[in-house]
């Protein structure tokens, strides 16, 4: 697990998202619960869907962000969980 966090640190995977400026210390965290928001769309029994076409275009992006600043408050060998609908 250590390893892996290393190596997505050293192949760029967190490239793809803008360097956030942390409040925090990076490496602060043994442990992180991230519940980033969703469109919703799998509530159910739903009759009629009331999220607009764009935030359903940004919300994976906006989730990706949330990912990429947790791995960096994350200590190495330290757990993410990540929880979304």
């Given at each position: 697990?250590?390893?892996?966090?290393?190596?997505?640190?050293?192949?760029?995977?967190?490239?793809?998202?803008?360097?956030?400026?942390?409040?925090?210390?990076?490496?602060?965290?043994?442990?992180?619960?991230?519940d980033p928001p969703?469109?919703?769309?799998?509530?159910?029994?739903?009759?009629?869907?009331?999220?607009?076409?764009?935030?359903?275009?940004?919300?994976?992006?906006?989730?990706?962000?949330?990912?990429?600043?947790?791995?960096?408050?994350?200590?190495?060998?330290a757990r993410l969980?990540?929880?979304?609908?």
């Open positions: 697990e250590e390893a892996e966090l290393r190596e997505r640190r050293a192949s760029g995977a967190e490239a793809a998202a803008p360097k956030q400026r942390l409040t925090l210390p990076e490496e602060s965290f043994d442990r992180i619960i991230l969703c469109t919703a769309l799998g509530l159910r029994p739903r009759l009629a869907v009331d999220v607009h076409p764009v935030q359903m275009t940004r919300t994976p992006g906006y989730q990706r962000q949330m990912l990429h600043v947790a791995i960096r408050l994350l200590k190495p060998g969980v990540y929880s979304t609908c």
